[in-house]
């Protein structure tokens, strides 16, 4: 932490040396020589975007940050805000501020969350008179699925502000495919899977080897072999034997996501599962199949791809 007056600075992980000599700063790189710092302009107008180095300005700086044609009205906060916050990959995302100094340019990107990564700004707007902007951007066709912030800057604001945004993966989310939830929710789906459990622990009813008859937008069956934890007894459970026997699995009821790196597919709402248990089962049970109904429904319709 530098201190300067009432100006401090935090600094993290960066390529560069900065140095503040008398109210500018001269950024250093690594093994080089000094740039020449721009004293024409005050201390604020200059801030590293990201997570590397941060600056908050004492009152002083603040008195000399603008005149009143281009500070926010009083009262106001900045914000972010994204539209949608779920996107797919190659589409358009729309983000809006609102409470930044009027009449000013705004320095906007996109950078995957929590990445020490390039930060640089995508593009630039200006705020209106009442302190807001509206920005597009299209998603790269090739961003990987997952968790994004867009972020915006001003010389006048003198902070980041951020929003997040959940990015899908278009192939995904198909009409032709219908996901089949595994470990009992929607978190966890996918496309003709070769093994399946009712809740992905040693007690749950465990499918393996699964082999797909058919597998259609309505409804799903396969064939597999099914293990099930023998009862534990004296010893702990974890040592307790799997008995393995023939098993059935047939998927139906379609319903539809509508959040998540899946948001726009569907998944099949219903999963019934039969066992073959055989003379001698060690759960004394009668020999025969026997059948267990479970039923998964997306919670916030949120749904993600797991690769079988």
């Not at 009432?6 to 992980?13: E, S």
């Not at 972010?80 to 930044?100: D, H």
């Not at 089949?180 to 966890?188: Q, S, V």
Request: positive net charge.
């Amino acid at each position: 932490m530098i201190q300067q007056g009432n100006a401090y600075w935090r600094i993290g992980h960066l390529s560069a040396i900065v140095a503040i000599v008398s109210a500018a700063v001269v950024a250093v790189p690594a093994g080089g020589a000094a740039l020449r710092a721009n004293r024409a302009h005050p201390l604020d107008s200059y801030a590293f975007v990201g997570s590397s180095l941060s600056v908050r300005f004492g009152p002083q700086d603040a008195r000399r940050r603008g005149s009143a044609r281009t500070m926010p009205q009083a009262g106001a906060r900045p914000k972010l805000g994204i539209s949608p916050t779920f996107i797919k990959a190659g589409t358009s995302a729309t983000v809006r501020g609102s409470g930044l100094p009027v009449n000013i340019k705004v320095e906007v990107g996109f950078v995957e969350a929590n990445c020490r990564c390039d930060a640089s700004p995508k593009g630039t707007a200006k705020t209106d008179a009442s302190g807001r902007f509206r920005w597009r951007y299209m998603i790269p066709p090739k961003t990987r699925p997952g968790a994004y912030v867009f972020w915006a800057w001003a010389e006048r604001l003198g902070r980041t502000i951020h929003a997040a945004v959940t990015v899908t993966t278009p192939p995904l989310v198909g009409t032709t495919r219908v996901y089949l939830p595994n470990c009992g929710t929607t978190w966890y789906m996918s496309y003709r899977p070769r093994s399946w459990s009712s809740g992905c622990t040693g007690g749950a009813l465990n499918l393996s080897k699964l082999r797909w008859r058919e597998y259609g937008r309505r409804r799903a069956q396969a064939i597999g072999e099914a293990g099930l934890r023998e009862p534990c007894g004296a010893e702990p459970c974890f040592k307790a034997g799997i008995y393995k026997a023939q098993a059935k699995l047939s998927a139906s009821r379609p319903l539809r996501c509508s959040a998540g790196t899946l948001a726009g597919a569907w998944y099949f709402s219903r999963v019934q599962a039969e066992v073959l248990y055989r003379n001698g089962n060690p759960f004394g049970a009668r020999p025969g199949w026997k059948s267990s109904i479970f039923t998964i429904k997306a919670h916030g319709g949120i749904c993600h791809h797991t690769p079988p």
